[in-house]
């Protein structure tokens, strides 16, 4: 049996999709391209048990629409697996419907799965919309795709939390997911040759030094509870679990022997405690601090000990992503955050003196902030910039996406612009709130112009120490560029 696990092209004037390994979706000007992390384990625990596997990734491969296609029907796979997300659905739906006349005009079977946050907030949506046949809740994707496998070929029982129709055409279910009796350690680790890792290596904002490589030891969370993030549907924080530290460098050591520079670890929220400093110590006993820079995504109030800041330092961490999302309490609480205002410069300075860059997000466009709320927020980012407290910054706009209490709160307060899936990329508010659009992204722009001072970019030439980081400071700065752009009044929908 071949599997396919495929991320068809999805050509728009909105730009490049960023669409796996992302919590949030948006159309970026200027291309990235994210190593999706539990996709490529699902196609080397499918290649370790004995199936044929094709990694293809029309995006990253920048292929146009029609070469795929005729691409993916010439390999002649008998399962398509495909991730998606709620602003691209109705696209994927159009392509499951192609791809399944394609392939009956060939008189060829194919079965195809659908994956992602949308389809375990709405599993029967896409049975009803498109000519999908499985539909694969959860954010276990490796396992799940090898129980579908085995069911297909082996006549084994379907796990918890898989949608399909039955033999009258009724929507039907194998019951509840239940994604705590995977053993996170039992996977084998990703085949980076398989997956084609250099896709992904060189066009990717967040690496100051290539290749790069991404890692996740964590599904998803540990805090999991953020009332906008659209992972929270596929790992609750009550399902949290991680690798163990030996499995984890492990893994390190096989990307420095690609000859990676740079690894990204994507856990929703790096592992921390014990984990945390038994990491760190195995990547200075065993060299690897000094062969590769770590990145990763922690909590602001996750480290109170400023030295285990200075340890990740030793251990060869690098960016540090926190999630700030507004500088107003009353925000901070409605989302959910589980954070302080007060919290906040103790922990940028702490992890700043330690010799860390952290990288901020900030998104804009909440029901109820008022113009003042949202000046806020922007006079707390410049005073950042000013003490240099932060090295980076993501800004965008809220989008309830479905499956988040946000959504429901705003599905249940009649604060939906729209119920156009299309519209949910980040391109355009769809919240109502006391300003309009075009105010909503003039904030956003504004944030990413703040970096633009010429205080601060006195500073940032100032911080230069070698070719790294004149590469970096370059592409940082047509990230802001592109950045500008997408935010743009001018730019029009597709």
């Not at 948006?26 to 490529?40: G, R």
């Not at 697996?81 to 060939?106: G, Q, S, Y």
């Not at 003196?353 to 804009?364: C, D």
């Amino acid at each position: 049996m071949k599997i396919a696990i495929s991320f068809p092209p999805l050509e728009s004037k909105k730009g490049v999709p960023l669409l796996s390994q992302n919590r949030q979706f948006q159309w970026f000007s200027d291309p990235t391209y994210i190593y999706p992390v539990v996709p490529a384990s699902a196609a080397t625990l499918l290649s370790k048990n004995g199936y044929e596997v094709f990694w293809d990734d029309g995006i990253a491969e920048e292929l146009n629409y029609g070469s795929w296609l005729e691409r993916i029907v010439r390999e002649k796979p008998d399962i398509v697996a495909i991730e998606t997300k709620t602003p691209v659905i109705k696209r994927h739906w159009k392509i499951i419907d192609e791809l399944k006349k394609e392939f009956k005009n060939r008189n060829l079977k194919l079965k195809i799965a659908l994956m992602g946050d949308h389809v375990t907030a709405l599993p029967e949506e896409s049975l009803k919309n498109s000519m999908a046949d499985y539909i694969l809740t959860g954010g276990d994707y490796d396992f799940a795709l090898l129980n579908l496998a085995n069911y297909l070929s082996q006549k084994e029982p379907l796990a918890g939390g898989v949608y399909y129709k039955n033999e009258k055409e009724e929507i039907a279910n194998s019951g509840l997911a239940d994604i705590c009796r995977n053993n996170f350690d039992a996977l084998p680790q990703i085949d980076r040759e398989l997956t084609k890792w250099k896709l992904y290596a060189y066009k990717n904002g967040n690496f100051k030094r290539t290749p790069g490589a991404y890692v996740m030891n964590g599904r998803d969370c540990w805090w999991g509870k953020c009332s906008f993030c659209s992972w929270t549907t596929l790992f609750p924080s009550q399902n949290y679990r991680r690798r163990s530290t030996e499995k984890a460098l492990e893994e390190v050591g096989q990307l420095v022997k690609l000859g990676v520079k740079e690894i990204m670890e994507d856990s929703g929220t790096l592992p921390g405690g014990e984990w945390l400093k038994d990491f760190c110590q195995g990547m200075i006993e065993r060299g690897y601090s000094q062969k590769v820079v770590i990145d990763c995504n922690m909590r602001l109030n996750a480290i109170r000990d400023k030295k285990v800041w200075q340890m990740m330092k030793q251990a060869g961490f690098r960016m540090v992503l926190f999630g700030l999302e507004s500088a107003n309490q009353k925000t901070l609480d409605r989302i959910n955050k589980g954070l302080k205002v007060e919290e906040i410069k103790p922990a940028l300075r702490d992890c700043v003196l330690a010799g860390l860059e952290p990288h901020l997000t900030v998104m804009v466009g909440y029901p109820w902030e008022t113009k003042d709320d949202m000046r806020k927020t922007l006079s707390f980012i410049r005073d950042l910039i000013r003490e240099n407290l932060i090295a980076t910054l993501q800004a965008t706009i809220i989008i309830p996406y479905p499956g988040t209490s946000l959504y429901e709160y705003c599905r249940e307060n009649d604060l939906l612009l729209t119920s156009d899936y299309e519209g949910f990329d980040q391109s355009e508010p769809v919240i109502k709130t006391g300003f309009s659009a075009e105010e909503i992204k003039k904030m956003t722009q504004e944030l990413y112009r703040a970096f633009l001072a010429p205080k601060a970019l006195v500073r940032k030439l100032g911080s230069i120490r070698n070719w790294n980081d004149v590469n970096f400071l370059i592409r940082a700065g047509l990230k802001v560029i592109g950045h500008l752009r997408d935010f743009s009044s001018k730019k029009k929908k597709n």
